[in-house]
């Protein structure tokens, strides 16, 4: 079982960037998947961007793709979501998700997870 905690959320403004990160603890983190998933305020939860175990595969959603970058550090057990110009409509509780895996795939299904944080509120005024 893994531990998930994101930090880095906060309020900004429209074109400026934030550094989401995701720190887990409990088992060894290279042998998870892991995603980005964001929810706005009566919306449902959508995805966002997912990493391989090993870095070797990422994907993000068209929504945010040329803007954020997914990233992780096993070394440091740490998966990062960089966010660069910042829109209003990204304005969402952001939620970091694992899943364990044995091989080098990416998951884009919430269902897909089994592990999730406790989410970070992003909001970007106009």
């Known amino acids: 079982q893994v531990q998930l905690v994101e930090s880095g959320g906060g309020l900004v403004q429209a074109g400026e960037s934030l550094r989401l990160s995701c720190a887990a603890s409990?088992?060894?983190?290279?042998?998870?998947?892991m995603g980005w998933f964001r929810q706005a305020p009566g919306k449902e939860r959508e995805f966002v961007a997912a990493?391989?175990?090993?870095?070797?595969?990422?994907y993000h959603a068209d929504s945010v793709k040329g803007r954020f970058t997914i990233s992780r550090d096993n070394a440091e057990n740490t998966a990062y979501l960089q966010m660069n110009s910042l829109k209003p409509e990204d304005t969402a509780i952001y939620y970091c998700?694992?899943?364990?895996?044995?091989?080098?795939?990416?998951?884009?299904?919430?269902?897909?997870?089994?592990?999730w944080g406790q989410g970070t509120q992003i909001t970007v005024s106009s």
């Open positions: 998700a694992a899943r364990s895996d044995t091989g080098y795939l990416y998951y884009i299904r919430s269902s897909e997870y089994a592990y």
């Open positions: 409990g088992r060894t983190f290279s042998l998870y998947a």
């Open positions: 990493i391989s175990r090993t870095r070797g595969s990422r």
